[in-house]
């Protein structure tokens, strides 16, 4: 089975300080994704990646930027955590663009 | 810009039948996807539909008509660990509707 792992479940983090959410995956997949999801806003892409060292801003990319140095790691970074980023974050990789998606536990930040 | 509706929340039976409707603006679409949320858990893969027409695994199904924009997830003989919420998902990357909570009751 595909494993897509985010390094933390929790994580609380204090206004302006800068956060990195990691991900792995295990399946050797090209695309990965990141989405937050709020209650009564669904799942909303922050950013994508088709390939190593590409990315590509989503619907949501403001005050978020990302990494992908390795085929493997997608990293999601809030560069100065601000309340509104008070969120599950999801990440997801497939082996296809546009269908199965294999998503991760999500790491829950609270920004205080 | 791209969007898909879908209802916030639907209930039904258990043992009964029920449809979750999905209806889609978006450009460039390549196929709708269906996918299950327990509470807590992570968005998991039901379904995908590139082409018109019925899709059938086990007790769900998904029906796609890209004439009409529309699609749905069918359930049948509901059980009540099929209480979830269910995203549709159209376009690459996947946009998600905003979900619907599915309430499975005795």
């Known amino acids: 089975d595909v494993k897509v792992t985010q390094s933390s479940r929790y994580l609380v983090k204090r206004t302006g300080e800068k956060v990195f959410l990691e991900c792995v995956q295990d399946m050797d997949h090209e695309n990965m994704f990141w989405y937050r999801q709020d209650p009564g806003l669904g799942l909303r892409l922050i950013y994508f990646?088709?390939?190593?060292?590409?990315?590509e801003k989503g619907d949501i990319p403001e005050g978020y930027s990302v990494s992908r140095e390795k085929k493997e790691r997608f990293s999601l970074i809030l560069e100065s955590a601000s309340t509104n980023q008070t969120s599950m974050y999801l990440c997801?990789?497939?082996?296809?663009?546009?269908?199965?998606?294999?998503f991760g536990s999500g790491t829950r930040l609270t920004v205080v | 810009g791209q969007s898909l509706e879908q209802p916030s929340e639907v209930t039904a039976v258990e043992g009964a039948i029920v449809q979750i409707n999905c209806t889609y603006q978006t450009s460039g679409f390549y196929g709708l996807s269906w996918y299950q949320q327990h509470d807590g858990g992570a968005p998991t893969f039901l379904s995908y539909?590139?082409?018109?027409g019925l899709e059938e695994t086990g007790r769900f199904s998904s029906f796609l008509s890209r004439s009409d924009s529309y699609g749905y997830l069918l359930l049948q003989e509901l059980q009540m660990k099929d209480s979830a919420s269910y995203f549709c998902?159209?376009?690459?990357?996947?946009?998600f509707g905003k979900g619907t909570r599915l309430s499975v009751i005795a």
């Open positions: 998902g159209g376009n690459t990357p996947l946009v």
């Open positions: 997801a990789s497939s082996p296809n663009r546009g269908y199965g998606y294999t």
């Open positions: 990646s088709y390939d190593v060292k590409m990315k």
């Open positions: 539909n590139a082409l018109d």
